[in-house]
Nanobody, 128 residues
Framework: QVQLVESGGGLVQAGGSLRLSCAAS????????MGWFRQAPGKEREFVIA????????IEADSVKGRFTISRDNANNTVYLQMNSLKPVDTAVYYC?????????????????????WGQGTQVTVSS
């Protein structure tokens, strides 16, 4: 079992920045690729960005390229989502998730069913 707890959400003005954290506990964190998803009211859960187990590779959705970055600290069992140049369309609940297997490709990592564990989510609201 892996437990994931997100933090760092909040209210920010358009153009601002936020950094989300996802703290993991339980099984070996470094064995998992990690992803961030988001879900806006009335919409399906959407892939945002992912990082492989070592942190050497990342994959992101086109909608966040150049604005969002993901990083991880395996020594402290934490993954981060740095969000810059935020837009109102980025408003959503953000979830981190852990994937214990599979290829690290966009097709794989963007599939929510690929992930084994999920956090409870943290709200991000971007005002115009």
């Amino acid at each position: 079992q892996v437990q994931l707890v997100e933090s760092g959400g909040g209210l920010v003005q358009a153009g601002g920045s936020l950094r989300l954290s996802c703290a993991a506990s339980g099984r070996t964190f470094s064995g998992y690729a990690m992803g961030w998803f988001r879900q806006a009211p009335g919409k399906e859960r959407e892939f945002v960005i992912a990082i492989n187990w070592s942190g050497s590779m990342t994959i992101e959705a086109d909608s966040v390229k150049g604005r969002f970055t993901i990083s991880r600290d395996n020594a402290n069992n934490t993954v981060y989502l740095q969000m810059n140049s935020l837009k109102p369309v980025d408003t959503a609940v953000y979830y981190c998730a852990a994937d214990g297997g599979g290829l690290f490709t966009l097709a794989t990592m963007r599939n929510p069913y690929e992930y084994d564990y999920w956090g409870q989510g943290t709200q991000v609201t971007v005002s115009s």
